[in-house]
């Protein structure tokens, strides 16, 4: 080829073909890491006695007002950074970059809690 035009022509079309080539190669698929609770987690009884046997408060419970047991959290009050920490949420406090355990296992209503030690406000309904 002496037409040094028409042989940067075809190296330019190779490379691009090249580069197309590659961009179809698979990607590796993504590392999603799922917390896992570090706290016991609590079965509420599904009945008015069974929950009140067991210490919990039976009643209508967020928008729905949904009839359901609320038992006390064994963790209330223990220091967290995320509710993955906690048998309810972790509640965020204004003066501290750590959290605290809720006392109850059903919080419906905004909260603000903690989430990979930073706050965040969140609405439960």
Do not use: Y
């Not at 490379?15 to 570090?38: I, N, R, Y």
């Not at 009140?52 to 928008?63: C, K, S, V």
């Not at 965020?92 to 603000?112: I, M, Q, Y």
């Amino acid at each position: 080829m002496k037409n040094p035009k028409l042989r940067l022509a075809i190296v330019i079309v190779a490379a691009l073909l090249m580069l197309t080539l590659a961009s179809c190669s698979a990607l590796p698929e993504p590392l999603f890491v799922t917390p896992q609770p570090t706290a016991d987690l609590v079965v509420a009884p599904d009945n008015e006695q069974d929950c009140l046997d067991q210490g919990g408060m039976w009643g209508p419970q967020g928008r729905a007002q949904t009839e359901m047991c609320d038992m006390p959290a064994m963790d209330a009050g223990n220091a967290c950074t995320d509710s993955s920490q906690c048998q309810g949420l972790c509640l965020a406090s204004e003066t501290s970059s750590t959290g605290t355990c809720s006392p109850r296992t059903v919080n419906f209503g905004c909260h603000d809690v903690m989430v990979d030690g930073a706050q965040m406000g969140i609405c439960i309904d």
